[in-house]
């Protein structure tokens, strides 16, 4: 039988496959949209054409949204959107189905009910063998960190439904913590924030593009972009101008929470690790990483030099696929599961 080797992030924002040999074959959002009939639903589309009808979809359809936070939600809606996912993968070239096994990034601290909800999803989506690795530890990896050295570095992870953190050494984790705060958050945030200020109602997918396209922690920042959507007073669509700098306090506390959460974690460690902290300095991925202004903010806080690698929003299904090359790697880190 044919074989298929995968690495899989299951993002709350999105979902990412990595095929051995191939790379990063799917990057795409993790939604699906239903078509309800009574009390049956059909797939109708998945990904990018299920978020682009978000907001806009007819009563029938239904968007689901399956991650949540950075833990399934709904197990029914996950395993269909996989599936479909799966299909867009498999060469044509195969007659029948190849034998799938897959490196599968988790959040650390996962329950025994959380990790049995993925195995359940991925089985059933046509997944044959599964190895599951502590999400944060595959982010380090895919940057390049030595997390096979006594000192592997520290790295923060801001995903879009949660940030981890976590002090790397011998492939395993020496300190970690897990907080609640993501990309989605800091959408909701921006929504909010655009009513109160401009009186305007928006959806999540606006609030979202707002975020990419100009919000950053730069003071002052003269970034602006117009943006539609339902005037609060007149119930009537509006155009509106939304600048960066009346935006940044919108933004500003929740990252500030995560620096809080990373100066946190360093005083917690002894100090031999905390030297080795002073002189290697900070890695952060994730989404969240791209925000501009961040480093800076996060150097003056916590006087440490600190990193963001151009490859940072991949870094978690990067080292899962160099895991899928690096055996003597993967069992080392499951070593310390």
Not at 92 to 104: D, F, G, H, M, Q
Request: glycine share 10%.
């Amino acid at each position: 039988m044919a074989k298929m080797e995968i690495a899989l992030d299951l993002g709350t924002a999105y979902t990412s496959i990595f095929v051995a040999g191939n790379g990063i074959v799917l990057h795409e959002p993790s939604v699906i949209a239903y078509f309800e009939d009574g009390s049956k639903r059909h797939t109708r589309a998945v990904g990018s054409e299920a978020y682009n009808m978000m907001g806009r979809a007819p009563e029938k359809t239904k968007t689901v949204c399956p991650i949540a936070d950075g833990v399934i939600k709904d197990t029914e809606a996950c395993t269909d959107m996989l599936t479909e996912f799966i299909g867009k993968i498999l060469p044509e070239s195969y007659l029948i189905k190849p034998r799938i096994s897959c490196v599968l990034g988790v959040p650390t601290g996962i329950t025994v009910e959380g990790r049995e909800a993925y195995e359940q999803v991925l089985m059933r989506a046509g997944i044959d063998d599964i190895t599951m690795v502590n999400s944060i530890m595959l982010e380090a990896i895919g940057v390049d960190m030595p997390v096979q050295s006594t000192f592997g570095g520290i790295v923060v992870s801001i995903g879009a439904g949660s940030t981890e953190i976590a002090v790397l050494s011998l492939c395993g984790i020496v300190r970690g913590w897990s907080l609640t705060i993501g990309g989605d958050m800091i959408d909701r945030a921006l929504m909010d924030a655009i009513s109160g200020i401009y009186e305007l109602n928006i959806g999540r997918a606006t609030a979202r593009v707002v975020k990419e396209k100009i919000c950053s922690l730069i003071r002052n920042d003269c970034a602006a972009m117009n943006i539609s959507g339902i005037d609060i007073q007149s119930k009537t669509i509006r155009t509106q101008a939304v600048s960066a700098d009346k935006l940044y306090n919108a933004i500003y506390d929740y990252y500030m929470n995560i620096v809080d959460a990373v100066a946190s974690v360093i005083n917690t460690c002894s100090p031999s690790i905390a030297a080795e902290i002073q002189r290697y300095g900070i890695v952060v991925a994730g989404g969240g990483a791209k925000m501009p202004g961040l480093a800076q903010l996060m150097r003056n806080v916590l006087k440490l030099d600190v990193r963001v690698p151009g490859e940072a929003c991949h870094a978690n299904i990067l080292g899962g696929g160099r895991l899928l090359s690096d055996p003597d790697l993967l069992n080392d880190i499951l070593a310390h599961v």
